[in-house]
């Protein structure tokens, strides 16, 4: 998963690798690091160990995910999760 830009802008995400919890939405919170990686001439953020949350959490390629961020304590909130095959 990649953090848009403009999140990690206004969170004030400047370093290569940074930490940050994840919460699901039952509420358990793991930490996962946010790393910085060269994309054509800018620059994207890429969340480590995202397939196996995506996994743990019953999420597929394809879904809508909706969260919330807190930018004291980098926290990254799953609020809502709209599945690929809902009708």
């Given amino acids: 998963m ?9 969170a ?3 370093n290569k690798v940074y930490e940050i919890k994840v919460t699901n939405m039952n509420g358990e919170t793991i930490d996962m690091n946010l790393r910085r990686q060269k994309n054509g001439n800018g620059v994207r953020y890429a969340i480590e160990g995202w397939p196996m949350f995506m996994q743990e959490n019953g999420i597929r390629c394809g879904d809508k ?3 919330r961020f807190l930018c004291e304590g980098n926290v990254l909130i799953l609020t809502k999760v709209d599945a690929v095959n809902e009708g």
Avoid: E
């Fill in 2 to 10: 990649r953090m848009p830009a403009n999140v990690v802008r206004i």
């Fill in 65 to 67: 995910l909706h969260f």
């Fill in 12 to 14: 004030g995400l400047k």
